[in-house]
C-alpha cells in the first residue's frame, strides 16, 4: 500500500478525530508531509503491514514530543528525524529498516510518514498509541512491559540526547525537563523493535485504520444527522448541541510539579436538553450525561464541528460552537486486561471506572 | 421524621450562611438524613432523604459535584451542601435541570449538619420527654380514673377523658367524644377540623372489646404534637388498666361474697340464725319489712359482674333503690318497704320497673320477672322465687316485652294448662282464621290487648305503636270477627284462643 498527496486530506481527518481532542493540530505535520511526498521516489511513502515484513527487520518508533503548539511557529530544520535515528542507530549499533509512528492520534499520525520519506525508509502499518496519548510511560511499549530505554531525542536547535537507561516514569519525567530548557519540542526515536515483535507490544494497522476512518467522514459530506454520522465512524452519538461553557484550570500535580491543565466542557444537546459534560486534559477524558458517566478513556472521544465535521482539540473548543460529540471504540491493544491500567480514567486522576463501547 | 429543605433554611444557624446555588425547584424534597461525606468519592450511596453534606475542600469544578447530584436524584435524596466554592454553569444547570437543591455554606458545614440533625430528632426528644412525664405523674400505684385523667391532661396541656364501651365519658371531658370508633379496638386517630383526636382502647384480659377509651382532643396549636401523644396515651392507657384490673378484682369478690349470702337467704327454713343476720346487716340488707322481688335474667354472653352496676343505674332512674345481687345468668334484685304496700303502689311499681326494664333491653337481651310482696326473711326467698318464675315466663313471651308481673301471672298460667290439649287448637284457629292475612298483625294485637286487661295505652306501650293504632285495629278486629270485646265470655273465648295459637306458633 502506497500513501500519496491525494491520500492526506483523509488521513488528515482520520489522525485528527483518534486524537481525542489531542495529540497536536495536524496542520503543519501535512505540509511537511507534502512537500516531501513531491520529492519523495514517485511521489509516495510505502505502508507495508507488520505481518508482511520478515520477523527480523528493525523497526524504529519515531515521532515529535513537547509542545505541539509551539511546533507550529517553531519549524524544523530538517536536519531532526536523521539526528534522531542515527543517535539511536549508533547507540544500539543496529541499523533501522523501517520506521513506524509513536503514536497515530493527532500530529503523529502524519510528520513519521514526512520522516519516512526524507529518510527513504519504509513505513509499518502500526503505532504505539492507536489514539492520542498525553505521556510516554502510556506507550504500548511500556503498557506490554518492555520498558521505553533508551530513547533518543533531537531538537531543533541541534542538540542531541540519548537516555540510555530509566523507567518509563523517570524517561517522561527527564524527558519533559529537556524540552523545557530547550527549543519546546523535540523528534523522538525509539531503540528498534523486531517486526515479529510488534504484535505484542504495538497497535496494528493504525495508519489505514485513520485512513480509512479519515474517507468515510469526508464521505459522509457537511451536517450529517446523528445515524449518518455514527454509521460513517463506527462510534456513537453522544450528543448533539451547542457549546454552553468552557472552564480550564490547573489540574492535581505530581512530585510538587503543576500537572497538565485541566477542563470542563458542557454541551446542552438541542433535542433533550440534557446536558454532556466533558472532562479534559490534553484530550477529552470523561463523558457524563445529566450528571452519569456515559463514555471514558480508553475509548476515543472527539468534539466535531457540527457542520464540517472537522474534530476540534481541547484547546481550541469556544463557548457557542456547534458540535458533535463522538465516542469511538478503544484499540483491542487496550482493553485487553493486562494493558488496560495505562489508560483507564483513574490513570489520569479521575476517580471513575471506565465506561467503553465494547 | 422529616422535613423540606426550605425548613432547614430558616434554621437560624442556616440562615444568611448557606445559600441556594441551583436546583431551588427542588427545596419542598424531604430531608429524612443529612449526613456528612469527607470527599465526593462515588463510592458514596446516597440514600433517599439524604441530604449530602462535604465536609472537605472542594476542587473547584469538580465533575463529582455533578455526578453526586445525579445520584442524589436517582436516589430521592434531598440535595447537596458544599463548603462555599465557585460552581461551573453546567454544573448549576444540571442541578436545576435534576430539580435537586444546590446549596453552599460560608460557616462550618459540620455545626450546619448538627442543627439540622437536631431539628430532626427533636418530635423523638418530645415523645421521649411525654413518655417520661407520663409515666412519672401516673406512677405504678393504681389511681381511679379521675386521677389519671387529670394527671393525663396536665402532662398533655390538653383536654383528657376515659370513656366507657359505649363512647360515653366516665371521667373527664371532650367535646366530641363520640367521634371514638368504640367498635375497632385499635388506637384511634380522628380528624377534627381544628386538630385531632386520639384515643387508645384500655382492654381487659380476654375481653373482645375494650372496657374503656382514654382519649385527648389536640386543638389548634396542640395538634402538632400529634405524633408524640400517641405513646403517652400508652402508658396512661396502662395505668388505667391497672386500676380496671385491681377494681375489677374488688368486684368480683364482692360479687361473690354477696352470691353466697343471698343463696343462704333463699334457703332458709323458719328463723334466719344470728350468723346470717349479722352478714345481712353487714351488706346492709334489711331482712324485716316488706320484700317485692325482682329477677333480671340475661344470657351467659352478659358479664354481670362488669355491668351490675348499670343495673343499679337504671333501677335508680325510676327511682326505684333496689339491692342488686349478681345471681346466676343475671341479678336478683329486691326492695324492702316498712308497710305492706297498696295495690296502687304495687301497679306504680310495675310499671316503673317495665321502664327500667325496656332501658336496659337497649342495651342488653334481658328479660324481667316480678314477684309480689312477702313479708319477713322468708317472705324474701318467696318473692324472690316468684320473680324467678315469672321471669323464665317472660323470656318466652315477647308478646308481653318479655315483662311479667306475678299478678297477671296468676291467670296466665292457668289459662296456659286449660288450652294445651289437641281438640282446643283446631277450634282456636277456626275461631281467629278471618283475622289471618290482614294487614296490621291484628291477632297480636288483640292477644297483647286482652294481656292488658283491654288497656288501649297498655298494649300501645308493648307493642310500640300510637294508642290510635291500637284503638282502629281492635275495631277492625271486632269487626272481622263479629264479636263486642266488652262481652265477657267472648273476650274470654278470645283470649284463649289468641294464647293457644300464639303458643302453638312460636
Known sequence: MRIDLADVPALERGVSLLGSGGGGDTVTAAALLRRWLADAAGGAVRLTAARDLPPGT??????????????????????????????????????????MSIEVGGLNGVLPLAAA?????????????GRGLPRLDQLSVAAAGRGLAPVALAEPGGQVLVLADGTPAEIERTVRSFLTGSGGWA?????????????????????SGALDLGRRVLAAGESPGADRLAAATGGRVLTLGRVLEVAHRMGPGEHGRPGFGRGSVTVTDHATRSLLRLEMENEYLLALRDGEVVASTPDVLAVLDRRTCVPISTEVLRHGTEVAVLQLPAAGFWTDPRHAPALRPRAYGIDSDPVLLR | MSVPVRRLLALPEWAGTVRVMAGAEGLDRTVALPRPVSDLSPEHTVGAGELVVATGPMPQGDWRIDALLRRVADAAGAGVLLPATALLEGTRRLADRLAVP?????????????????????????????????????????????????????????????????????????????????????????????????????????????????????????????????????????????????????????????????????????????????????????????????????????DNVARGAEVTRALRAVDIDAIVVEHGDGWTAWITVDEE?????????????????????????????????????????????????????????????????????????????????????????????????????????????????????ETAAVLGVHRNTVAARIERVERELGVDLRHRDERLALHLACRTVTLADS
Open chain 2, 102 to 302: 444546590l446549596l453552599t455554606a460560608t460557616s462550618e458545614p459540620l455545626d450546619l449538619l448538627v442543627a439540622a440533625r437536631l431539628l430532626l430528632a427533636e418530635p423523638e426528644l418530645d415523645r421521649a420527654e411525654l413518655v417520661l412525664a407520663t409515666h412519672r405523674a401516673l406512677g405504678e400505684r393504681p389511681r381511679p380514673p379521675e386521677e389519671v385523667v387529670t394527671a393525663l391532661a396536665t402532662v398533655l396541656r390538653a383536654p383528657v377523658a376515659l370513656l366507657d364501651d359505649g363512647g360515653t365519658p366516665v371521667a373527664g371531658e371532650l367535646r366530641d367524644p363520640g367521634l371514638v370508633r368504640v367498635a375497632e379496638p385499635v388506637p384511634q386517630r380522628v380528624a377534627l377540623d381544628d386538630g385531632v383526636l386520639l384515643a387508645h382502647p384500655v382492654p381487659l384480659p380476654s375481653a373482645p372489646r375494650p372496657a374503656l377509651w382514654l382519649a385527648t382532643e389536640l386543638r389548634g396549636a396542640a395538634a402538632e404534637r400529634a405524633e408524640s401523644v400517641p405513646q403517652a396515651l400508652a402508658v396512661a392507657a396502662g395505668a388505667a388498666q391497672r386500676w380496671l384490673l385491681t377494681h375489677r378484682l374488688e368486684l368480683e369478690r364482692d360479687a361473690r361474697a354477696r352470691s353466697a349470702l343471698l343463696g343462704d337467704l333463699l334457703r332458709i327454713d323458719g328463723e334466719p340464725g344470728d350468723d346470717l343476720r349479722r352478714r345481712a346487716a353487714d351488706a346492709g340488707w334489711r331482712l324485716g319489712g316488706w320484700h317485692v322481688g325482682i329477677r333480671i335474667g340475661t344470657t351467659s354472653a352478659v
Open chain 2, 341 to 457: 304496700p297498696t295495690a296502687t303502689r304495687v301497679r306504680a311499681l310495675g310499671k316503673r320497673l317495665r321502664a327500667a326494664h325496656h332501658e336496659l333491653r337497649a342495651t342488653m337481651g334481658a328479660h324481667m320477672g316480678v314477684g309480689r310482696p312477702h313479708a319477713g326473711p322468708d317472705g324474701l326467698a318467696a318473692t324472690v322465687a316468684e320473680a324467678s318464675d315469672a321471669a323464665r315466663l317472660a323470656a318466652t313471651r315477647p308478646e308481653s316485652g318479655t315483662f311479667l308481673h306475678v299478678d297477671q301471672l296468676g291467670m296466665a298460667q292457668l289459662l296456659l294448662e286449660w288450652t294445651r290439649t289437641d281438640t282446643f287448637e283446631p277450634a282456636a284457629r277456626a275461631l281467629l282464621a278471618p283475622l289471618r292475612g290482614q294487614p296490621g298483625d291484628l291477632v297480636r294485637t288483640l292477644a297483647t290487648y286482652l294481656d292488658a286487661e283491654s288497656s288501649i295505652t
Open chain 1, 58 to 99: 528493525r523497526v524504529v518508533p519515531l515521532g515529535l514530543v513537547g509542545a505541539t503548539a509551539v511546533f507550529t511557529e517553531k519549524l524544523p530544520g530538517g536536519g531532526e528525524f536523521r539526528a534522531a535515528v542515527a543517535a539511536i542507530e549508533r547507540w544500539t549499533g543496529e541499523r533501522a529498516d523501517a520506521l
Open chain 1, 187 to 207: 523528534v523522538l526515536a525509539l531503540a528498534p523493535i523486531l517486526a515479529g515483535d510488534l504484535p505484542g507490544c504495538s497497535v496494528l494497522g493504525t495508519t
Open chain 1, 117 to 129: 520519506a526524507d529518510l527513504r525508509l519504509s513505513y509499518v502499518d502500526a503505532d504505539l498509541s
